[in-house]
Nanobody, 127 residues
Framework: QVQLVESGGGSVQAGGSLRLSCVVSGRTFSNLVMGWFRQAPGKERESVAA????????YYTDSVKGRFTISRDNAENTVYLHTNSLKPEDTAIYYCAARIGLISGATWSSPDRYGYWGQGTQVTVSS
């Protein structure tokens, strides 16, 4: 049973920062592609970032490039999302997701490709 547990969400003012964490158990973490998604009220879930097994390849949605950084620590079974220069439009529930297999520019952003999901952590950014 693969479990993903997110933490690190909270309420911040615009321009602030948060570090989201996701700890994975139940499967060899270093074999998993990891992603972060988010869902705002009344909107569809959207991709935010993803990272390959060893961390060499990373992908970001355009709206967060230059502000967010995804990283992983395979020794700690943890993936991080460092969020900087937060904007009110970043307000959402942020979900950690995992998938088996390879990552590519064509597939990283599709939620359907991820078989494991966390429960989400709320990020609220006020203006």
């Amino acid at each position: 049973q693969v479990q993903l547990v997110e933490s690190g969400g909270g309420s911040v003012q615009a321009g602030g920062s948060l570090r989201l964490s996701c700890v994975v158990s139940g499967r060899t973490f270093s074999n998993l592609v990891m992603g972060w998604f988010r869902q705002a009220p009344g909107k569809e879930r959207e991709s935010v970032a993803a990272i390959s097994w060893g961390g060499q390849a990373t992908y970001y949605t355009d709206s967060v490039k230059g502000r967010f950084t995804i990283s992983r620590d395979n020794a700690e079974n943890t993936v991080y999302l460092h969020t900087n220069s937060l904007k009110p439009e970043d307000t959402a529930i942020y979900y950690c997701a995992a998938r088996i297999g390879l990552i590519s520019g064509a597939t990283w952003s599709s939620p359907d490709r991820y078989g494991y999901w966390g429960q989400g952590t709320q990020v609220t950014v006020s203006s």
